[in-house]
């Protein structure tokens, strides 16, 4: 039987992962669930503590560093403690039956150099999107004007035709769940810490491809990532969401696409105008 760890990141919301990890827990495909309480400032860690025993692991990070940071802080106590053969990545607001890890898992032996493996997802029960091309740099500048994507569209979407079969290869896919090999974690160094939130996804994929691995879409498994609708949000809420997805792409393109100066002001240009037309938009 493969040994195999999930991670799960907790941060101020241990109701959301209370429940994720009842509905998990006895899951005998998954030998070993690691909760990372991302530092949080509630007492998460003090009630998801109430659920260690040796399957189950609840440990604190020293900062709240994000996604990546979290996820490979989990990551490595599981290398070190039980070095298992494959990862999960779990966000704690997803179902999944025990049969999409039976799933992952096969693909590893059907494919060769398989990177990344996940279900398709859907949002609150609804099939929204699944996966996505690798963005180009114009593609994020695309995504940064309502103009250039009335004009050009999203064109890191595929067409439906791509997902008929079994089983589908694509670019990305949602950080929400998936599996991965520990070997090929390892050897593409783990999560890119240098963002703290967004753009995950891409730079793992990135490497990935880089070195020649396949990442490969269940077609016909699905799990439910259940997005909450926060109450109170506000205009200097989405300002400051679009600011660090900004930051984070920009940081994507200088590291991986190697963007030189005269893009470097492109892009700046673009964010700074889109985020003129939201402050705007707001009064």
Known sequence: ???????????NDYSTTSKFLDSV???NSINHIIVVDNNSS??????LSKYKCD???VIKSEKNGGYSYGNNYGIKY?????????????NPDVFFEEDIVYAMKDMYSKEEKVGIVAPTMLINGELKWTSWKLPTFKD???STSHMLKRKFGDRTLYNKDHFKGEYSFVDILPGSLFMMKTDVMKEIGFFDEDVFLYCEERMLSKRLLDRGYRNIILNNKT????HSVSVGKNINDSIKVYKIMAESTYIYNVKYNKIGFVKKMIYKIFVNAMLYRMKISSK
């Open 1 to 11: 039987m493969s040994n195999i760890a999930l991670i799960a990141l907790n941060y």
């Open 25 to 27: 827990r006895n899951y």
């Open 42 to 47: 509630d007492s998460s860690f003090e009630v």
């Open 55 to 57: 399957k189950i692991h």
């Open 78 to 90: 599981a290398i070190k403690e039980f070095n298992p053969e494959y990862i999960i990545i779990s």
């Open 140 to 142: 994020d500048i695309i």
């Open 223 to 226: 799990y439910d990532h259940q």
